[in-house]
């Protein structure tokens, strides 16, 4: 049994399914969080259940000629259902009455998953008590006769028209879109209550090592959002030179300083009414933490060059790789602006505290690259799972998904192979580790000089062990060591 708490798509690529499903009932658990994600490009696709054909040959004629690039018709709700899970859709139609479900089953349930996507039905033969299920169930439009061409005709304009005007919000299955994948108790957990605050205009404080997946969970917080139609924007504020970041941020009138030939509008305005993702904001100058605090606390921004307030609504959400606290400690981050940012801290565990998840990615990345290259690796071999299950992954998930992508770069065949794996960082210790000093203990002298020696013969280890005058069998012994006690911690 699958199960999915999170009340949100639960899907497998297609080419997993049979590599996955024993990982399935083993485990009874399997989360696949779909992301909300923003097309670039406006594509409309409409959905329909009609069995009617002259029904289907009118509906089509009115969708392409407002624009509509793609039209499919279905007879079954349950065939419907599968396929907006697997694309991108932006309008279904569906007849009262359907060949196994009801029409407004299949509008409620794509509306609780999809809730962006305009629902339509339509009957010859709908009660007003039909029309108010449907309303109900989620459907914007009734159409009363869909054998009257006008009323076809003005109800699927409206339909393109409310469309349109937004870019699309809907979740998308298809394995090219980003998707949050976990089935670790803990990030299960997180995002349990990610899901259950996104909704408040509370920020966030979103931590944990580089590559957990924290500019991932941002998206997915404005995705579950009621602000998810609305404008997401991110700023890295380590790549932001000073002298530009305040500008960056609240935005300029034009000739507000040498080079401001033209009003600029900021982030904080770019966001209204949607999210604005502050990325590693512990890089923030403190003179600019000091601005930011106030427009946290006051709603309100000012432009360079103008002193008139601007409110701003825009939930925020702030990202930091680093121990806030230490900043704070340490002077380079403002204590008020870190209990002001820290209304709710979620920090994503490092992807080597939850072991569980690595098969399940390697998969899911290998799907995706493959895909991406149409090469036809099926799987990842059991020797070579072994190995990425017992990396340390000091890179997180960002680490395996290179190692993945430059395996099937490198592979070919069906199955992915230990030797397809480059491990760059394999035992290279956190780049923290300390030189030669007195206070160290004789197993830590070692472990460095190990460490360095390797480093420097490029992880050859025939080649180590000859210059530290070791067995490789001895090497290989300390290493298993070493990284027991890395992944054990
Ligand atoms: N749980 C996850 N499921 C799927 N992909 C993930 C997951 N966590 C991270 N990733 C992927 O790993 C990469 C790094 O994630 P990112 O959010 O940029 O990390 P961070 O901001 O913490 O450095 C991205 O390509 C992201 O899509
Ligand atoms: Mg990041």
Known sequence: MVSCRLDVTLSLPHHWQHNCRVRLSEKAKFIFVTLTCIEKMRKISALLVVDDVRLRKHISEVLVKHGVDR???????EDALEQVRKRSIQILYADLRLDDISGVDLVRQVKKVFPAIYALMGSTQGTARDVISAMQAGATDFIIDPFEPELIEKAFERAVRAVSKHPSPNPINRTDAKSLITQDKALFDLLNTAKKVAPSTATILVTGESGTGKEL???????????????????NCAALPEQLAESELFGHEKGAFTGAVSRKIGKFESAEKGTLVLDEVTEMALPLQAKLLRALQEREIVRLGNNRPIPIDARVIAISNQNMKKAVTAGAFREDLYYRLNVIPLTIPPLRKRKSDIPLLADYFLERFCNRNATVMRRISESAMELLITQPWPGNVRELENTIERGVLIGSGPELL??????????????????????????????????????AVNDN??????MLGISIR????????????????
Do not use: Q, W
Not at 71 to 77: D, Q, R, S
Not at 217 to 235: D, G, K, Q, T
Not at 461 to 466: D, E, G, Q, S
């Open 71 to 77: 039209c499919e018709f279905y007879t079954a709700g």
């Open 217 to 235: 969970l941002a998206s997915f917080i404005h995705a579950n959002s009621s602000r998810h139609r609305e404008p997401y924007v991110a700023i």
């Open 418 to 455: 230990p030797e397809h794996l480059i491990l760059e960082e394999t035992f290279s210790a956190p780049s923290h580790r300390p030189s030669i000093s007195t206070g160290m203990t004789v197993r830590e002298m070692e472990k460095e000089l190990i460490f360095n020696t390797l480093n």
């Open 461 to 466: 280890r025939t080649h180590a062990a000859k």
């Open 474 to 489: 001895t090497l290989r012994n300390k290493l298993n060591e070493y990284r027991e006690a890395m992944t054990d911690g």
